[in-house]
């Protein structure tokens, strides 16, 4: 039985890890998904025949692995060592001394420190996605509801409701009655992003399309939006 290789290549100046995988096949293929890049060959191809194949998709797979880096940032992963994002700083779980679960910011790339007690340990995924969901909820509804208050005021427009989403395709939407709902994973990347989707959907409250008008409010109140759209598309 073959196993997989770990191995490496130069691409474009940066070292890539990736796992060599040979199979009774006759392509080879490439895959990259949360743990990284996969390279699936037939069974006799040569290391200089797969790293020819790898230099010629250099900018493909460096792309994605990039893309996939931010990706993380809006799909946590509800496991104990995870790292947890919240307005671009990464978090952990621990406990305190009364065993109670909290999110401290990560200080090292190291993760939880490995005394942790037996019950931190025993947490099951649905416990820590119920208690990280709530801690997202809530950081969400108090930074964005300052951001939005902060937007109204330089737009001149009575504070809307502001509801959270979970919407799959979209960062926010805002309702012809005065409605903002915003994405709650956009708590999870930095401030400047966030700024950016409630200047966009609260400028909905003076021009209710996107034409050459409602482009020219969100300017007036955030100048970078270009810049914000590009990262925003990035993340996907």
């Not at 090292?108 to 995924?125: E, F, H, I, R, Y």
Request: hydrophobic share 40%; charged share 20%.
């Amino acid at each position: 039985m073959l196993k997989n290789e770990a191995r490496s290549i130069t691409l474009t100046n940066r070292i890539i890890s990736y796992t060599l995988i040979r199979r009774n096949r006759k392509t080879v293929g490439l895959r990259i998904n949360r743990d990284g890049l996969t390279v699936r060959v037939p069974l006799q191809a040569t290391i200089s025949s797969i790293e020819r194949v790898l230099q010629s998709k250099a900018g493909w797979v460096i792309g994605n692995l990039d893309a996939w880096k931010e990706k993380k940032i809006i799909q946590p992963e509800w496991c104990l060592h995870s790292t947890f994002w919240l307005l671009g700083d990464p978090y952990r779980l621990t406990l305190t001394e009364s065993e109670k679960l909290r999110m401290v910011p990560q200080t090292n790339k190291a993760g939880p420190a490995q005394d942790m007690s037996s019950s931190l340990v025993a947490l099951t995924p649905d416990q820590i996605e119920q208690f990280v969901m709530a801690w997202y909820r809530k950081q969400a509804m108090m930074h964005m509801s300052e951001r939005v208050a902060f937007y109204a005021g330089k737009l001149g427009v009575p504070l809307p409701k502001l509801r959270l989403s979970s919407a799959r395709t979209r960062w926010g939407s805002c309702s012809s009655h005065g409605t903002v709902c915003l994405n709650w994973r956009l708590i999870q990347l930095p401030l400047a992003l966030v700024d950016y989707v409630v200047a966009h959907e609260l400028s909905h409250l003076v021009e209710m399309n996107h034409s050459a008008a409602f482009w020219k409010v969100v300017e007036r109140i955030y100048p970078d939006y270009r810049q914000a759209q590009m990262a925003l598309r990035k993340i996907g």
